[in-house]
């Protein structure tokens, strides 16, 4: 319970400073005081450089999908070799990232919910266990919880569609069935239809300057 109460308190402060709610407790805190954490965060702050700007940008997007900064540098770099724009390729690779796909579905409350639920072996693609919150979903797969954990208390309020009261509307990629606690990816998340914050271009822009 401290360790969950501490994390909790670090998404609170890592949403003030990023301007941007990491989690339903943070929304909260963050609709209170809509400004930085500490003593000068009510203070008008001065112009950001660019680089300021597209780093911000990238700790923003890197912090809504709660990953590692090697993470989010690989999905950049395989962005970057599809077609079409790098950006939105980026999105749609973090996107169909299995643990971000189990709390856009409503199955965990937050990211870091959804993350144990996949590495304790609770979640199913296709009938296969899958332990690794990195997997790669793809269109036309399903995603559901193993039958012995669908009767876990969290999983429990989860089929009750509890958490979908404090998520995003789920978006029009994944066909839910929440009472059964099953998903499907229908077809490649679309940019607009991504429930995140982000000007992805600037991320891009980002990495690009680093390289």
């Given at each position: 319970?401290a360790n969950?109460?501490?994390r909790?308190r670090r998404?609170?402060?890592k949403?003030r ?11 909260k805190?963050f609709?209170?005081r809509?400004?930085a954490p ?5 203070a008008?702050?001065?112009?950001d450089?660019d680089?300021?700007v ?11 999908y709660?990953?590692r ?7 950049y ?5 599809q077609?079409?724009q ?5 999105i749609?690779l973090?996107?169909t990232?299995l643990d971000?796909?189990?709390l856009r ?5 937050t990211?870091?919910?959804a993350?144990?639920a996949v590495?304790?072996?609770h979640?199913?693609?296709d ?5 690794r919150p990195?997997?790669?979903?793809r ?7 193993v ?17 979908q009261d404090v998520?995003?509307d ?5 066909d ?5 606690l099953?998903a499907?990816l229908?077809?490649k ?6 429930p995140?914050?982000?000007?992805e271009?600037?991320?891009?822009e ?6």
């Open positions: 319970m969950n109460a501490l909790a998404q609170v402060r949403s400073a990023l301007g941007i709610a990491l989690t339903p407790k943070a929304e805190y609709e209170r809509p400004y500490g003593e000068h965060g009510r008008r702050r001065k112009s450089s680089y300021k597209r780093l911000t940008e990238k700790q923003r997007l890197r912090a809504q709660d990953i900064e090697k993470q989010m540098h690989r999905a770099v395989e962005a970057k070799r077609d079409g790098t950006g939105e390729n980026l749609a973090l996107e990232r971000a796909l189990v579905a409503g199955f965990a409350r990211m870091a919910q993350r144990q590495v304790h072996r979640i199913m693609v009938g296969q266990r899958v332990d990195s997997f790669r979903v269109p036309g797969q399903m995603i559901h919880v039958p012995r954990s669908e009767k876990m208390v969290p999983f429990q309020v989860a089929a009750t569609g509890a958490h998520l995003p789920t978006p029009g990629y994944l839910v069935a929440i009472d059964r099953q499907t229908t077809r998340p679309e940019r607009s239809a991504v995140v914050t982000c000007e271009q600037l991320v891009v980002y990495y690009a300057r680093m390289a």
